[in-house]
């Protein structure tokens, strides 16, 4: 009998168990303390506007669709600026920019399936670039998913590779702790995107969401009874407890940093180096450290600098340490390399350019990057797992007093002056048949202010601007990163010039990579974002042509057409401006709104790609100048501006490599 008595309490046991759990999957014991209010006209996106605005969002970038109305109506409510763009990757670079300038989380809303794999490229950018945004996406009711709701994909699983963090939000009341340590994630660490899926019932109000999946008022039958007392629990659990108050502000961030002892083993090695170099990568530039800290950490050290990706502008111009040519062969001549947030792979060719004997140290936060490639072509001395921007400023901290060989410096500076005549001696060759590239953008940095801001989006011209142009402050350079995405000069440009006004916002593209943006055109006209568009445009995919047609005999599928891209601009509602070597220069998109006149005598630039040079390379120069300066003028007016300039061949890349 005891037995007998035993085994019944055990299984009594049991059964109070399953339904504590059963009770607890069902949201019954959640509802014992938290109610439900069901006459409230609340709806999740308030929530979501809630947190944005508490971590300083000011800027939402989206294209809408009914998944997600509640967040951008709420954004627009709390004084979050709510902008829309043409194409869901544009929204999610443009969110990307503003991370990458601000410091602080961009963010992008885009609508469930389409909408959300329209953005996969642009995240996967982020991603690779470790720049944080969250990108929040409507999805169908988690009731409704996989019985073929509109739009309805596994989204949460195609993310978990491009992203930090994928994750999807079940109930109303979740929205700010998921938010808040969504944003957390994406910041902290090395940072990186974080997608946020917020099915439609966790956004929108109580009666909305009964009215959808309320189910029958007169369920028939013991089984539609069943599902009704489901969907009502369901129903209720989604909401209870949604309107408490809860702590939208942002939770503390995780930065790596390096150890002291790492600090003073760097510093030793330093001191002891002849030939010392750095190369600074984008990684440099997070937050915590800003930049011009950073800057007068590197002037304070006085060794010569590469600098690399939104690195770039960190030093000025003018500066006797910056070094942009020749880099190969200095990698080879140094003793010691201090790689402080670049990567060897690609860029580096993998970490094969290192003399032989060179000590390397390698200071990165995330630690696959900081050892890529040293089990195969190179070996850290030192490797340190942290944020590269404060160990210099503290490698400069520990070094002050420290003074670069003087015959090291001047040899690189040598080495400098002669590839820059070079390269104005290249620059001053007319080709067969419109602008020289190299003339073009030398004259763009003449007439660049200390204000502008740089963004790149192309292959073969903008890895010649590289060279070429340079920008005027820290953080005035912004390129995909080592995806290498063509297409992100609108989504660049709008975050940029909407997170820095005054800035005088330049998007260097090339005519392959224009036509994944042009129609943002649109979005600068609306939004009132005035860019300027500098495009190199050679009727080509150059930068593939140039190795596809010696290696394989054919261009095929390289070539493009000298189109009016100007024309398209002014037709949108900006200013478009042609600019070649022969003829006279003009403008479309005036006053008159009249796109059929370019203002001179272009010739057609819809498929002859002939014409004189135009003569003295001098007059050239002088109208190239002239045009980017009314370009400027436009541009300053409010008016977004195409500047499509018309380019004749060039090998000043001859030999780069493409893949």
């Not at 996967?124 to 945004?133: D, G, R, T, V």
């Not at 880099?327 to 792979?345: E, F, K």
């Not at 040899?411 to 400098?416: C, G, K, P, T, V």
Request: aromatic share 6%; hydrophobic share 45%; proline share 7%.
């Amino acid at each position: 009998m005891d037995a007998v008595a035993g085994l019944g309490c055990a299984c009594a046991g049991l059964v109070a168990l399953v339904l504590l759990v059963v009770a607890q999957r069902l949201g019954l014991l959640y509802r014992l303390l938290h109610k439900v209010d069901a006459a409230s006209p609340r709806h999740g996106g308030e929530l979501v506007a809630e947190v944005l605005r508490a971590h300083g969002v000011r800027f939402l970038f989206t294209l809408p669709g009914g998944h997600i109305s509640p967040v951008l109506v709420a954004c627009e409510k709390m004084g979050i600026r709510v902008v829309d763009t043409r194409h869901e990757a544009t929204a999610v670079f443009a969110a990307d920019a503003v991370s990458r300038l601000s410091g602080r989380i961009g963010v992008a809303a885009v609508t469930a399936g389409p909408g959300v794999t329209n953005a996969v490229t642009a995240v996967k950018n982020a991603h690779m670039a470790e720049s944080p945004l969250l990108l929040l996406a409507g999805a169908a009711a988690s009731l409704q998913k996989g019985r073929g709701a509109l739009q309805d994909i596994p989204q949460v699983p195609l993310f978990r590779t491009l992203c930090k963090s994928a994750f999807s939000v079940r109930a109303v009341r979740d929205i700010v702790p998921a938010l808040r340590r969504a944003i957390a994630t994406a910041m902290e660490g090395t940072p990186g995107p974080v997608f946020v899926e917020l099915p439609i019932d966790v956004l929108y109000p109580f009666h909305v969401v009964q009215k959808e999946l309320g189910g029958s008022k007169t369920p028939r039958g013991l089984r539609g009874k069943l599902v009704q007392w489901y969907l009502d629990n369901y129903l209720r659990d989604l909401f209870a407890g949604a309107w408490e108050p809860r702590d939208p502000t942002p939770l503390p961030l995780r930065v790596p940093r390096a150890a002291p002892e790492q600090v003073q083993l760097c510093s030793e090695l330093l001191s002891r180096a002849l030939r010392p170099l750095v190369l600074v990568g984008s990684q440099a530039l997070l937050p915590p450290t800003p930049a011009e800290e950073l800057r007068s950490s590197l002037q304070s050290l006085g060794v010569p600098c590469y600098l690399g990706g939104a690195a770039r502008g960190l030093l000025p111009p003018e500066c006797p340490l910056l070094l942009r040519q020749n880099r190969r062969q200095a990698l080879r001549d140094a003793d010691l390399v201090l790689l402080a947030g670049t990567v060897c792979d690609f860029r580096l060719s993998y970490g094969r350019l290192f003399g032989r004997g060179a000590a390397v140290v390698a200071v990165n936060r995330d630690r696959a990057q900081l050892l890529r490639n040293s089990d195969v072509f190179w070996k850290p001395r030192l490797a340190v797992q942290g944020d590269p921007g404060s160990f210099m400023v503290a490698l400069a901290q520990s070094l002050q007093g420290f003074s670069c060989p003087r015959e090291w410096l001047e040899r690189l500076r040598e080495a400098e002056r002669d590839k820059e005549q070079q390269n104005q001696a290249k620059a001053a060759v007319p080709p067969p048949c419109h602008l020289n590239p190299l003339a073009l953008l030398q004259a763009l940095d003449q007439v660049l202010p200390p204000q502008s801001l740089l963004v790149a989006d192309g292959g073969d011209f903008v890895a010649t601007a590289a060279y070429i142009v340079r920008p005027r402050r820290p953080l005035a350079w912004l390129d995909p990163g080592p995806f290498g995405t063509l297409g992100v000069g609108g989504g660049f440009a709008l975050g940029a010039k909407l997170c820095r006004p005054e800035a005088e916002v330049w998007v260097l593209y090339g005519d392959g990579s224009l036509g994944f943006s042009l129609m943002e055109f649109d979005t600068f006209v609306r939004h009132k974002v005035p860019v300027i568009a500098l495009v190199g445009n050679d009727a080509g995919w150059t930068q593939i042509s140039r190795e596809q047609l010696p290696l394989l005999g054919s261009a095929v599928g390289c070539r493009l057409a000298f189109s009016d891209y100007h024309a398209v601009a002014a037709a949108l509602g900006g200013r478009g401006f042609v600019l070649d070597a022969g003829g006279d220069t003009g403008d479309t998109g005036g006053d008159t709104g009249d796109t059929g006149d370019t203002g001179g005598d272009t010739g057609d630039t819809g498929g002859d790609t002939g014409g004189d040079t135009g003569g003295d390379p001098g007059d050239i120069g002088d109208r190239v100048v002239a045009v980017l300066r009314a370009a400027q003028a436009e541009c300053h007016r409010g008016h977004p501006v195409l500047v499509n300039a018309l380019l004749g061949p060039s090998d000043f890349r001859e030999g780069s490599v493409s893949v």
